[in-house]
């Protein structure tokens, strides 16, 4: 891809900042709202430039969540290259910076862009229906945080309060509580409904579910992580992002560490395999037997625990480049 200009752009909920680089030197720089009449403004400014091709240019931002949907969206619509990079990744390769205003880190985010062309993603945006599924997953999320944040407290006042008071609390809060699971219950039927709805989508989900300690919701996180197993197609990546995969910790004769997982993860899915690994030592069958025979050779009952994690991830993708739901009895043809 022959690239011009890389622009970058800072994106609060408010502004957005913009910052054009030809390789040598800023060659524009404005702020506008965060509008869709702020970024016809700001591409107006940008036709200016000399010999503008958008298909020559680069549109380079930090993934900020729903404050960026109609932006990638208004770009994506006029077919323009859009990098969508993660803000830990730019603020590494940054190095160390003093400062930082709005227009300092579209400079920087423009900057990125050319020192790390060779490594250029271009952004494709999820189908409708997943960008459905993941502000319902999103939503379940919050109530069930709510709802823990309600209940948790009640229960561990229980022998250690005067229990007048501890009723009373329990009846001030039971209306809450009871809509907060209502609503909870609406929002998973809403999920199962968009996910049969959608042929793909149910066949994806059949087989991922297949896998014994995945359910509806691992499965839903995984679904979304990946936009459907297209965006992170190797299980060693998808252990990595999920925090699963150890790390060596050496330097030298004197620092020895023993291998650990890294925290750049998404901790809702490390959570999410944790607790399906958890079901699956629970229930009779290879993985159990695995890990109870690990623990007896002495291994960490901790480090033994994440192996089954990384044995969850590795089974989700072998169903789904196979294409067949997941068989315990099941021999590789190498074997």
Request: a positive charge; one cysteine or more; hydrophobic letters at 40%.
């Amino acid at each position: 891809m022959d690239i011009r200009y890389f622009v970058g752009i800072d994106i609060a909920k408010a502004t957005l900042d913009w910052a054009v680089y030809d390789g040598k030197k800023m060659v524009r720089q404005t702020s506008t709202p965060n509008t869709i009449a702020g970024i016809k403004t700001a591409l107006r400014l940008l036709k200016t430039l000399p010999d503008w091709n958008p298909q020559q240019a680069i549109f380079c931002m930090e993934h900020t969540g729903i404050y960026n949907a109609h932006l990638l969206d208004f770009l994506h619509k006029l077919h323009f290259p859009i990098w969508l990079e993660s803000s830990l990744q730019i603020k590494k390769a940054g190095g160390l910076q003093r400062g930082k205003t709005d227009s300092i880190d579209a400079q920087r985010i423009a900057e990125y862009g050319f020192r790390f062309r060779d490594q250029l993603r271009l952004w494709e945006p999820p189908r409708q229906v997943v960008q459905k599924l993941a502000l319902l997953s999103a939503a379940r999320q919050r109530l069930i945080n709510v709802y823990n944040q309600l209940a948790g407290p009640l229960a561990e006042h229980q022998g250690f309060i005067d229990p007048t008071l501890h009723k009373q609390l329990n009846k001030s809060c039971q209306a809450s509580l009871a809509a907060l699971e209502k609503d909870r219950k609406a929002v998973d039927k809403a999920i199962d409904a968009l996910i049969e709805a959608d042929p793909r989508l149910c066949q994806l989900f059949e087989l991922v579910m297949s896998v014994p300690g995945i359910g509806t919701t691992t499965a839903t996180e995984v679904v979304i992580a990946t936009n459907e197993m297209k965006t992170i197609t190797d299980p060693k990546k998808m252990a990595c992002h999920a925090g699963v995969a150890p790390f060596n910790y050496q330097s030298g004769s004197s620092v020895r560490g023993r291998p650990s997982v890294s925290q750049h993860a998404r901790k809702r899915l490390k959570s999410l395999f944790h607790l399906g690994a958890m079901s699956a030592i629970r229930a009779k069958g290879e993985l159990q037997d695995y890990y109870q025979r690990k623990v007896k050779e002495g291994k960490n009952k901790m480090l033994v625990l994440n192996a089954v994690r990384n044995k969850l991830i590795h089974r989700v993708y072998a169903v789904v480049a196979r294409g067949e739901k997941y068989d315990k009895n099941y021999v590789s043809p190498l074997a």
